[in-house]
């Protein structure tokens, strides 16, 4: 079997080379926007979304895609009722910090898997835990991480995890690919365990 990584994320791509995951990378201009306002039904449709527009560019490029499965993800972390994507600025990064401190909140990853006659999208949930964080500590973080590119406007395996008291769930799908699921969902689509 081959595996394309429906993303440009650089996390996705290390979790599944440290997996032992052979795979190529492969991406396509997408959408992302979506009024959905539950989490868990946000991500699960922009990973579907993902996984369905990269199987379209390959067979419109003449792909042969009968032994191939796509794996796609899209994040999002939830807080108060509120879906937090990427920081826009700084000042979006700070506001979003300041909703963690000393709280929990939760991250939300959609996983789908794409095979030649059959498809899957679940979802997972990890509670994650932050001390409390003063203005100082939240500036620095901020000016040191740049974390404009994470969803939540953090990367648990980064310099936050100085601050992050605890998690309940999946360490990976925090970092960005829902390993546990994924696996699951293989095996419920396939039947057999994808690792």
């Given at each position: 079997?081959?595996?394309?990584?429906?993303?440009?994320?650089?996390?996705?791509?290390?979790?599944l080379?440290?997996l032992?995951?052979?795979?190529?990378?492969?991406?396509?201009d997408?959408?992302?926007s979506?009024?959905?306002?539950?989490?868990?039904a946000l991500?699960?449709a922009?990973?579907?979304?993902?996984?369905l527009?990269?199987?379209?560019?390959?067979?419109?490029a003449?792909?042969?895609?009968?032994?191939?499965?796509?794996?796609?993800s899209?994040?999002?972390?939830?807080?108060?009722?509120?879906?937090?994507?990427?920081?826009?600025?700084?000042?979006?990064?700070?506001?979003?910090?300041?909703?963690?401190?000393?709280?929990?909140?939760?991250?939300?990853?959609?996983?789908?898997?794409?095979?030649?006659?059959?498809q899957?999208?679940?979802?997972?949930?990890?509670?994650?835990?932050?001390?409390?964080l003063?203005?100082?500590?939240?500036?620095?973080?901020?000016?040191l991480?740049?974390?404009?590119?994470?969803?939540?406007?953090?990367?648990?395996?980064?310099?936050?995890?100085?601050?992050?008291?605890?998690?309940?769930?999946d360490?990976?799908n925090?970092?960005g690919?829902p390993?546990?699921r994924?696996?699951?969902l293989?095996?419920?689509?396939?039947?057999?365990?994808?690792?």
């Amino acid at each position: 079997m081959k595996y394309i990584l429906a993303s440009k994320s650089p996390r996705r791509k290390e979790i599944l080379e440290t997996l032992g995951l052979p795979f190529e990378v492969v991406t396509a201009d997408t959408d992302e926007s979506c009024d959905e306002a539950d989490p868990r039904a946000l991500v699960e449709a922009l990973a579907l979304r993902k996984g369905l527009a990269v199987k379209d560019a390959l067979l419109a490029a003449g792909r042969e895609l009968s032994d191939t499965v796509i794996i796609s993800s899209d994040t999002v972390v939830a807080i108060d009722g509120e879906i937090l994507g990427k920081p826009r600025d700084e000042e979006d990064a700070c506001r979003m910090l300041r909703l963690y401190s000393g709280r929990r909140h939760e991250v939300v990853s959609g996983i789908c898997l794409i095979g030649t006659d059959r498809q899957g999208v679940s979802h997972e949930v990890t509670e994650v835990e932050f001390d409390a964080l003063d203005e100082e500590t939240i500036r620095h973080y901020v000016r040191l991480s740049q974390p404009y590119d994470k969803a939540g406007a953090y990367a648990i395996q980064g310099l936050a995890s100085a601050y992050i008291k605890g998690i309940r769930g999946d360490y990976f799908n925090v970092v960005g690919l829902p390993v546990h699921r994924m696996n699951r969902l293989y095996f419920e689509i396939f039947g057999e365990n994808l690792l």
